[in-house]
């Protein structure tokens, strides 16, 4: 280990929800007494991440809230001419193309975090596991005697 402690990127910092997921971590590794700058890179990076896959998220839940908002309106917006079935099932077939580009977004940003959680996990398990075994030294009966102990 660097004895350094773990230090947040500029651009983790800027981001209100990577700074937030950044200082939960950064509190649990130093639970751990694991909150060492050679993990660093990686957890500003997770962290970026997961601001990242929540703001896709987001934008998938509001572009999901106005497909639904369009489909209630289907009726009426055919009723009153403002535009015709073919322009509604156009943009409908669209903003649902949008959707599911969105969620593919997401599952890939999900699979990032999920391998980043998984390594870092057995990293940091391993490193618990391993503490270095305090070995005695053994006595030398020939420097003892010449010693005269």
Known sequence: MTGEEIK??????????????FLRIKKLLK??????DLYGV?????????????????KREKMFEQLC??????DELIEHEEMTQ?????????????LIALDRQVQSKRKMLLEIEKENIMTIASALRS???????????LMEALNGS
């Open 131 to 141: 503490v270095p075994k305090k070995t005695e030294k053994k006595k030398n009966p």
């Open 86 to 98: 073919k322009e509604f099932y156009g943009i409908e077939n669209s903003m649902q193309k949008n």
């Open 69 to 74: 908002d369009l489909q209630e309106k289907e």
């Open 8 to 21: 947040e990127k500029p651009e983790v910092k800027q981001n209100k929800i990577a700074h937030k997921e």
């Open 31 to 36: 639970n751990i007494e694991k909150n060492d």
């Open 42 to 58: 990686v957890i500003n990076r997770y962290c970026l991440l997961y601001a990242e896959c929540f703001e896709f998220e987001k």
